[in-house]
């Protein structure tokens, strides 16, 4: 009993440093996805509810195609079809693909948030803004926004847990975050493959539950529109 | 009814976009590559002996070693760029990397994309099983009834569906490991790979084996883009080079003939 | 039309139309299950997490927590490796079944809490208004407060359904050849990388678009006006 721990232990040491450096990476690209991805999924969602018609169609579009197909397909298009048009800025590094369609991926979803909850505040209180001579722009600036910005923190950390655990996919352009670093660990140790696997699992969890906390906090604090995923109707 | 005309026209002016950029492909790979002084070669982490990262966090194997040689003689940096198998033949044709570095067998419909090299090394396939199982060669896992596993849309899975016709093949996309943990688990009752790969994994574990004899063998080599020409044959003359004057010998002799490298690296 | 043959070579995609084919098959009847399966254990769970029982809601919580905190790809791993070693009986399910069995276990949490909020959602007068007409908690739970709510969440459950759709291509990992398999198997072969993952996409979003579609049927028959107005 005692040999297999030590074992483990000693898997578990030597692999860290690996594991971690995955980790680090794992948390700057969801770093910048996220921040990217919400400033981008705020401003479309603010401007789905202004009730342009043509404006809305598009960013309809977009969400559908966002949504509708896997993340994998959507790296692959932006890292590896884009250069072979030979337009020369779509030539991004891996780095920059992950980036730029992780944050993608992630506005698609923030949009839908932002929508929901700008709705989801009472018509009448743009109605008592607007009737005590503020702009249209100045009730959504003093008094819509404001209160849906607060129903927007915990549906948009459940968000952010699963763009967190979306990153596992950019292994596939070459960017070595927490799932790749495992995965070549296990190369190297072949016979700790489930132990491995664990240890990613914990290190995943270890990121990932605080945000989770947080959004509960935050659902007791705040409220919340309901639920993560709402589509548009 | 409004809606679908703007999709169709937004579509149309998009893809208008697309029609319009052309390709413009001024200088070859090796001017490229003389001018910047940059060899870019992409290679994937498909575990010893091929290209792995060792106990140092070093990223070394066959491939690394050959390229790294090449550069060293050619006076050029070498820049290595990692990724998945699904990665590599995408980064070449998109212009990301110059040459492709790993295990690949030169097949048909692959060189209707890229061109290979002459073959750098050989690969012997071979079946392999838990000891429990009983089977002695890999002619025994050929009938009804019996399951195999292989790496998806590999080559390994090819050679499992031209000489294990009888038997069930299942294809894993993780790779070597996740199949070798499939056997171990009892998910399949034989997997398909090659003997240099096998044997960094069987070293960790002796409940599998080897069974007799070599199912098929089958070149690899090294790929350039169609329009790199120079390369290509700088890349030929390079192996033709390294072939005689004994260097690559000696390494194929230290990663893919025998385990002398685990002790260095493992 | 060549220039669109430059672009998409459709000759190539149709040496592979059946593949793709199969691979939809295969993707639309494993998700059809998850959800049916997810759905109702996440019915489960929902009350699960609402019970008063500290012991109960707590197992609940805890289920919830660790499948949102950790990726798919290493559920799917650890259940289809682990679960020979740790239960005898752990080899009787095959590669289908088990990803039945993870990709179920990993969205029931989601549906869970989407149900829970749309339970949440009704108004307290409707569990009253039924108590004083005689319904058992059962009778109370099952003909009032669930069709409201169902029908209040068909928004998000949409949404979650969508997702549990592109979750089915991490399945090609345990040899269960669907969608993104076809795509990955058209890749590895022809290895052009514009046809096999357009073409993938383009499956995907097929099956989006049946998805709203059949969805807008059911918003209709469920909720109708009453939903519309929320």
């Known amino acids: 009993m005692m040999d297999v721990i030590f074992a483990k232990w000693h898997v578990t040491i030597s692999l860290m440093p690996f594991l971690l450096q995955g980790l680090l990476m794992t948390f700057k690209v969801s770093i910048f996805a996220i921040t990217l991805g919400s400033t981008l999924g705020f401003v479309l969602g603010l401007l789905r509810t202004l009730g342009y018609r043509s404006l809305t169609g598009i960013i309809g579009l977009y969400l559908h195609i966002f949504r509708g197909s896997p993340y994998l397909v959507q790296l692959y298009i932006i890292y590896f079809v884009l250069p072979s048009l030979g337009i020369e800025f779509l030539n991004f590094d891996s780095f920059t693909a992950a980036i730029i369609s992780l944050s993608l991926y992630t506005s698609s979803y923030v949009t839908e948030i932002t929508t929901a909850a700008i709705y989801a505040v009472p018509k009448g209180q743009e109605e008592g803004a607007r009737s005590c001579g503020m702009s249209k722009a100045e009730a959504l600036f003093y008094v819509v926004l404001p209160q849906s910005l607060k129903m927007m923190i915990p549906p948009m950390a459940s968000i952010y847990v699963v763009i967190i655990k979306s990153t596992a996919i950019l292994s596939v352009i070459g960017i070595s975050e927490l799932t790749r670093q495992g995965e070549v660990a296990i190369l190297r140790m072949p016979g700790d493959i489930m132990f491995v696997y664990c240890l990613i699992a914990v290190m995943y969890f270890i990121y990932c539950y605080p945000v989770l906390r947080f959004a509960k906090w935050a659902e007791g604090t705040f409220g919340s529109i309901g639920s993560v995923q709402d589509q548009e109707s | ?266 | 039309m060549s220039w669109l043959n430059d672009l998409y070579n459709f000759r190539i995609v149709g040496q592979y139309l059946n593949v793709f084919i199969d691979g939809m098959i295969t993707t639309i009847w494993l998700s059809f299950a998850c959800l049916i399966l997810s759905f109702f254990f996440g019915i489960f769970i929902a009350l699960m997490r609402m019970s008063p029982i500290g012991f109960v809601w707590r197992i609940a919580a805890g289920y919830i927590q660790v499948i949102r905190s950790t990726p798919l790809l290493i559920q799917i791993y650890l259940i289809y490796y682990g679960l020979p070693a740790l239960l005898p009986f752990g080899n009787l399910f095959d590669e289908t079944q088990t990803a039945i069995i993870a990709l179920t276990l990993h969205t029931t949490p989601y549906m869970g809490e989407i149900i829970r909020t749309g339970i949440l959602s009704i108004g307290k007068g409707q569990k009253e208004g039924a108590m004083s007409v005689g319904f058992s908690p059962f009778q109370n739970m099952y003909h009032i407060i669930l069709p409201q709510a169902i029908a209040n969440i068909t928004p998000p459950l949409i949404g979650q359904t969508a997702i549990l759709i592109k979750d089915t291509a991490l399945f090609s990992i345990i040899a269960v050849p669907e969608l993104m398999g076809a795509g990955l198997t058209m890749f590895s072969e022809t290895v052009i990388a514009t046809e096999s993952y357009v073409t993938t996409g383009i499956c995907y979003l097929l099956i989006y678009v049946l998805t709203l579609i059949l969805s807008g049927f059911a918003q209709n028959r469920l909720g109708g006006a009453a939903w519309r107005s929320n």
Request: a positive charge; charged letters at 20%; aromatic letters at 8%.
């Open chain 2, 1 to 266: 009814m409004a809606s679908i005309k703007r999709m169709t026209l937004l579509t149309a002016v998009v893809l208008s976009m697309f029609f319009m950029a052309s390709v413009a492909l001024a200088e070859s790979t090796m001017q490229k590559i003389v001018k910047s002084g940059e060899l870019i070669v992409a290679v994937q982490t498909q575990g010893p002996p091929v290209s792995f990262v060792n106990k140092d966090g070093k990223r070394t194997g066959l491939v690394i070693d050959i390229m790294e040689m090449m550069a060293a003689d050619m006076g050029v940096k070498l820049v290595l760029q990692d990724y998945d198998w699904k990665g590599l033949i995408p980064s070449l044709s998109s212009g990301k990397a110059d040459i492709i570095a790993a295990d690949m067998t030169p097949s048909a419909k692959r060189h209707m994309q890229v061109i290979f090299t002459e073959p750098v090394f050989f690969a012997e396939n071979i079946v392999y099983a838990l000891k429990t199982k009983g089977f002695k060669s890999w002619k025994d896992v050929n009938k009804a009834g019996v399951t195999v596993g292989a790496t998806q849309a590999s080559s390994y899975a090819s050679v499992a569906k031209k000489f294990l016709t009888e038997a069930k093949l299942k294809e894993y996309a993780g790779g070597n490991p996740q199949t070798f943990q499939a056997i171990v688990a009892g998910r399949v009752d034989a997997g398909v790979s090659d003997r240099a790969s096998v044997a960094g994994l069987i070293s960790q574990n002796s409940d599998v084996k080897v069974l007799e004899g070599t199912v098929n063998k089958e070149p690899l080599g090294f790929a350039v883009r169609p329009d790199s020409l120079h390369l290509l044959h700088a890349l030929n003359n390079y192996m033709r080079l390294i072939r005689h004057d004994g260097r690559l010998g000696k390494l194929v002799d230290y990663w893919w003939n025998s385990t002398e490298w685990e002790a260095d690296h493992k």
